[in-house]
């Protein structure tokens, strides 16, 4: 069936992990015949947890992309993992939604998740709605949760629901407060009964703060109200929508997607009263201009999501304007590679349903694009323009990875490339300083499958090990070295003797000069005398690590006139350097970091105490737009390895931070000794 553009609502569910997302979508789709079964998430059969990882793991880790039609509206739901090290996923989600639903556990509150979800959602000025899941389970309390909101968020956080609660404290059933009917379970089905006379007083109290809701939305609504009439269905509708979409309601549904209890509620809800992408969001290019969302206008889509299986490539999109057919010829700004459109797909999960079109403000998926990636615009080739694309966290924890068999790093290395096609939010680096293949993602559980992938799909199994701190030498004072090569073995021998000078530079990189009186050594052996002491400055004589900020001057020397040669010369510096650095005072510098870590103000002693543990030296702190203290600090790049991981702890997951070199600075005794046992371990290891 195809739906105008003005009966289609792109919806995210967001929230903290295991707190119900995957298994509401599966009690959607259920309820409106998208499936034939309700899958469940231990039995590892849900339509949006499909990957193996996935099932294994018991959650969600890749953005799921399903459609369930209810109402004679198509409604495209984003299920999101709750984990942060996949915030990446909930980025490309939020690209493309025009609301999200907030998605936390009766037990729970207000968790960091549920927190993270409604800043997510501010900052994109997105229109957003809670529900409360497993609202029947023992301990859960529906009206905790949302006081637990409407504390935290104000008087704009309005319930939508009343539970039914039976003698014995279990919920039996919902009233719909939008449409007041009562709605129970029965033979796995919805079913409409009486609301309870107990609940009378109750629900009069919760229908008046429902009424004040949408007597806020206009004048007229607000004059009715002071007139003391009733409002119709149609205009509490009609006075939600506008709060809901205008960011000054913010509405609490509830229910259990086990049993289907609330669901269809929430369904209703997402129709009447989320906006379709015609009222949503504003669509901007890259360059701050506005795309007109047009559904007759020319053709404008956003790749929001790349899959790669044993198949091929999808590329998931959203059409922002026009529509998006079979056989187009269309154009990537970015590249400038005009694409062939194939086949076209709707998405159910894994399952791809094949269409002709994709109209405006749907959402779709093509296969083979040669030249697309995740972020991209495929638009007109007459009208071309960029979409604003996705921003994604950069990396915070890094880690070298190794194969457990020698010799298949460049399996290693392929796979990272196709599953790199798919996540674009972690990077692989081949560090020739250290000699290891960095990975940096969001934490431990993100590597953790990265490398159960690579286990899985490309069959070679990795190991992590913390990635080494790029040091660096120096010398602290002038020392006047000798180097003589000398060797004789029939004919023509080689013959080289220098003298020179080693002080500190002012320059990282090393600074040659030469002061040779008389020709000592001829001007034409100058090259190769530098050329040996670069390539000895490679190694520094404590731990191995590159030498810097050292000036090293040429004063005198020797030549045969048969023997030298610029070889000669080379080894000859060589061995000065060898035998000269070591008592020019070495010592080790460590790279020092600018961090500025955002936290509650609540943590800020426990953050304090971290940073003082290693050996960090706070500069300041600030308070920004959203209320949370940012610390800045220097401190040494060895020291946080496990920041990102540690970090989450302290807050609960609330804090982030940034980090970046600075400069490099000499590492106090203590941590030089260590480094150069380090060292000396693994060159024996080698």
Same mark, same amino acid.
């Given at each position: ?27 959607? @789709?259920?309820?409106?015949? !998208? ?7 231990? &039995? $590892?059969? *849900? =339509? %949006?947890?499909?990957? +193996?990882?996935e099932i294994k793991r018991h959650i969600t880790i890749s953005l799921a992309t399903m459609f369930a039609e209810y109402k004679e509206c198509k409604i ?17 989600? @939020?690209?493309?939604?025009? !609301? ?7 037990? &729970? $509150?207000? *968790? =960091? %998740?549920?927190?993270? +979800? ?41 319930p939508m629901i009343a539970p039914i609660v039976n003698d014995s404290g279990k919920v039996e059933g919902i009233v719909d407060l939008i449409y007041r009917? +009562? ?15 107990s609940m009378t007083s109750r629900l009069e109290t919760l229908y008046t703060a429902v009424n004040e809701s949408v007597a806020e939305t206009s004048e ?467």
């Amino acid at each position: 069936m195809t739906y105008a553009t003005d009966k289609i609502r792109n919806i995210a569910l967001l929230g903290h992990g295991s707190n119900g997302k995957t298994s509401l979508a599966e009690s959607m @789709l259920f309820l409106t015949g !998208g499936t034939d079964r309700l899958g469940k998430i231990v &039995d $590892g059969n *849900t =339509v %949006g947890d499909s990957e +193996a990882e996935e099932i294994k793991r018991h959650i969600t880790i890749s953005l799921a992309t399903m459609f369930a039609e209810y109402k004679e509206c198509k409604i495209n739901i984003l299920d999101t993992p709750g984990y942060f090290d996949f915030a990446g996923e909930v980025a490309e989600a @939020l690209r493309v939604a025009d !609301g999200g639903i907030i998605v936390c556990g009766a037990k &729970d $509150g207000v *968790t =960091v %998740g549920a927190e993270k +979800a409604w800043n997510y959602l501010a900052e994109r000025k997105l229109p957003r709605a809670i529900y409360v899941s497993r609202i029947d389970e023992e301990n859960g309390n529906y009206k905790d949760v949302y006081s637990a909101f409407r504390e935290k968020y104000g008087t704009s956080v309005c319930p939508m629901i009343a539970p039914i609660v039976n003698d014995s404290g279990k919920v039996e059933g919902i009233v719909d407060l939008i449409y007041r009917k +009562a709605f129970t379970i029965e033979n796995g089905k919805s079913k409409e009964i009486d609301i309870p006379a107990s609940m009378t007083s109750r629900l009069e109290t919760l229908y008046t703060a429902v009424n004040e809701s949408v007597a806020e939305t206009s004048e007229a609504l607000m004059e009715k109200y002071f007139s003391g009439e009733e409002f119709t269905t149609e205009e509490i509708i009609s006075g939600l929508k506008t709060g809901v979409k205008e960011l000054t309601l913010f509405p609490v549904f509830g229910g259990c997607a086990l049993t289907g209890l609330g669901t269809r509620t929430l369904l209703d809800a997402i129709v009447d009263l989320f906006p379709s992408p015609l009222e949503g969001r504003q669509e901007t290019s890259a360059e701050g201009t506005a795309i007109e969302q047009n559904p007759t206008g020319a053709t404008c889509a956003i790749v929001y999501k790349t899959v790669s299986d044993q198949y091929g490539k999808f590329s998931l999109f959203k059409v922002l304007s026009g529509k998006y057919a079979a056989d187009m010829t269309l154009v990537n700004p970015r590249t400038g590679t005009q694409e062939k459109i194939g086949h076209i797909y709707k998405m159910q999960g894994k399952k791809s349903i094949e269409v002709k079109e994709v109209i405006c403000g749907d959402i779709g998926a093509v296969s083979k694009l040669t030249d697309t990636k995740t972020g991209d615009t495929l638009c007109d080739i007459k009208k071309p323009l960029t979409a604003k694309g996705i921003d994604f966290t950069p990396p915070c924890y890094a880690m070298a990875i190794t194969p457990k068999i020698k010799g298949q790093e460049d399996k290693i290395a392929a796979g990272l490339h196709r599953m790199g096609e798919e996540d674009l939010t972690f990077t692989v680096t081949n560090n020739a300083e250290t000699k290891q293949m960095v990975v940096a993602g969001a934490g431990d559980i993100q590597l953790d499958v990265l490398c159960a992938k690579l286990k899985d799909k490309f069959g070679v199994e990795v190991v992590l090990a913390p990635a080494r701190v790029a040091y660096r030498e120096k010398i602290r004072k002038k020392f006047q070295a000798k180097g003589r090569h000398k060797k004789q073995s029939g004919g023509h021998g080689q013959f080289g003797d220098v003298v020179i000078d080693f002080e500190p530079g002012d320059e990282e990189d090393m600074i040659f000069a030469e002061n040779v009186f008389g020709g000592s050594v001829p001007r034409n052996f100058f090259p190769a005398v530098e050329k040996g002491l670069r390539d000895s400055i490679q190694k520094g004589v404590l731990a191995g690590y590159p030498m810097v900020y050292l000036k090293a001057t040429l004063v005198d020397g020797s030549y045969h006139p048969v023997d030298s040669s610029e070889m000669a010369f080379k080894m000859a510096a060589q061995i000065a350097y060898k035998d000269g650095i070591p008592q020019a005072s070495p010592t080790i510098l460590e790279p020092i970091g600018y961090l500025a870590v955002t936290i509650p103000d609540t943590y800020m002693g426990d953050i304090m105490s971290d940073l003082s543990k290693r050996r960090g030296s706070p500069m300041g702190m600030n308070l920004n737009a959203d209320g949370m203290q940012v610390v800045e600090a220097e401190v040494p790049m060895g020291e946080m390895s496990s920041y990102a991981i540690d970090l989450r702890s302290i807050t609960q997951g609330r804090g982030s931070f940034t980090l970046r070199f600075e400069r490099y600075e000499e590492a106090p005794a203590i941590v030089q000794a260590k480094i150069i046992e380090e060292a000396k371990a693994l060159n024996e290891a080698e």
